[in-house]
């Protein structure tokens, strides 16, 4: 069973994990319950982001939001990682469509090894913004 979990920005705090708690409004409209504890961290709401259930190449957990390097035959570049409420699917897109060879700028993300060796988190769209106009 894949696991669930959150991730929300404080400010200049950096990131807490733990669940998203919808009952609670504290400031905020997102309230996340710190990873195995009872505190409750109120978060920017545009930064929350859930797991999607995948790790990268180096074993690092993969959220929304996270910018991928990608790797592959058919696949490379730099991609921003999407839920589409249409394929009710995580997506990555890629933000340069001049980097692929086929001129398809989505990767769907799936849990599997052969995949997993193809993906690499260098960042996320809330701390670096560069990465974003390469």
């Not at 930064?47 to 690092?60: C, F, H, K, M, R």
């Not at 490379?76 to 839920?83: A, C, D």
């Not at 469509?97 to 060796?117: A, M, P, T």
Request: charged residues 25%.
């Amino acid at each position: 069973m894949r696991e669930i979990l959150f991730r929300g920005k404080i400010s200049d705090e950096g990131w807490i994990y733990g669940s998203l708690d919808l009952s609670r409004q504290i400031g905020y409209p997102s309230v996340i319950r710190v990873y195995n504890t009872n505190e409750y961290r109120s978060v920017i709401p545009k930064s929350v982001g859930q797991y999607i259930g995948i790790l990268d190449a180096n074993g690092t957990r993969i959220f929304k939001d996270d910018i991928l390097k990608i790797t592959g035959v058919n696949r490379s570049g730099i991609f921003v990682v999407i839920w589409d409420d249409y394929r009710l699917a995580w997506w990555a897109k890629n933000i340069k469509i001049r980097d692929l060879v086929y001129k398809d700028d989505y990767f769907q993300l799936l849990n599997c090894s052969f995949q997993q060796s193809r993906l690499k988190v260098i960042g996320n769209i809330h701390d670096n913004t560069e990465l974003l106009n390469q």
